[in-house]
């Protein structure tokens, strides 16, 4: 068997992803594709955090809009993650994986609260660790907390699996002369106001240095196609 590239891996999930053509809720086929490839990385001895973004039910900025003050907005976004944090993990563990559902706001009817040294442990024991509520604060994006959490588990790379193969100079829908970079720097990000993750986001692993792997989740095999170092998607690293 082929040895993985990544030992420890931080992969982001957008709530929209789970939802498939449906838009809005779950389509548990796809759920079940994503799982399955979270699955065989595990097999493979990878260490796997998770977090899930919370828009196939309610985005704080976007749906809240002008109708609801903005931090309330962005508590209920928060609860979304944990409804798609426990969706999946329901799914992981009907396909025999060990998974722990973590909160950065406490709620232990439901999830373990967030610890560092205790997600940290279970990743060395094997288990998914699936991270809920982003970061805990209001203002921030779950990319954010992705970037957060990788940097404080110390994971190797962040898989940021989007709606869209890779970054492009422009948005490839509206600009049919858009291109795909193979690989880009964090600067150029940021720079470009590249629409990867926000600038917070990039920010922050930039300064920690850990390089995200943006690929399209389309075919959730590409989980492990990333982890296993195929060339697929755009890499966001250094200069």
């Known amino acids: 068997m082929a040895t993985p590239k990544y030992k420890r891996v931080l992969l982001k999930i957008s709530g929209e992803a789970l939802a498939g053509d449906k838009k809005r809720g779950y389509d548990f086929d796809v759920v079940g594709s994503v799982c399955d490839a979270i699955k ?3 097999k493979m001895g990878v260490q796997v955090g998770v977090v899930v973004g919370g828009g196939n039910f309610w985005r704080g900025l976007k749906d809240g809009a002008e109708n609801m003050q903005r931090v309330r907005a962005d508590h209920m976004g928060m609860l979304a993650t944990v409804m798609n944090a426990l969706a999946v993990s329901d799914v992981l563990e009907q396909k025999g994986v060990d998974v722990r559902v973590q ?3 406490e709620m232990r009817g439901v999830a373990e609260p967030y610890v560092r040294a205790e997600a940290v442990r279970h990743l060395e024991a094997g288990r998914v660790v699936i991270f809920g509520c982003g970061t805990g604060n209001p203002y921030f994006s779950t990319d954010t907390a992705a970037a957060l959490r990788a940097v404080e588990i110390d994971a ?3 898989l940021l699996a989007k709606n869209i193969d890779g970054v492009y100079s422009a948005d490839p829908l509206k600009d049919p002369a858009a291109v795909k970079y193979d690989r880009i ?3 150029e990000v940021l720079a470009k106001r590249l629409q990867v993750m926000d600038s ?17 989740l389309k075919d959730p095999q590409n989980i ?3 982890v296993m170092g195929e060339t697929i998607g755009t890499v966001v690293g250094e200069q």
């Open 40 to 42: 065989e990385c595990v």
């Open 156 to 158: 190797d790379v962040i």
């Open 200 to 216: 917070t986001a990039t920010s922050l692993s930039m300064d920690n240095n850990v390089p995200v792997l943006v690929f399209a």
């Open 103 to 105: 909160t950065a706001i």
């Open 185 to 187: 720097s964090y600067e």
């Open 224 to 226: 492990v196609r990333a």
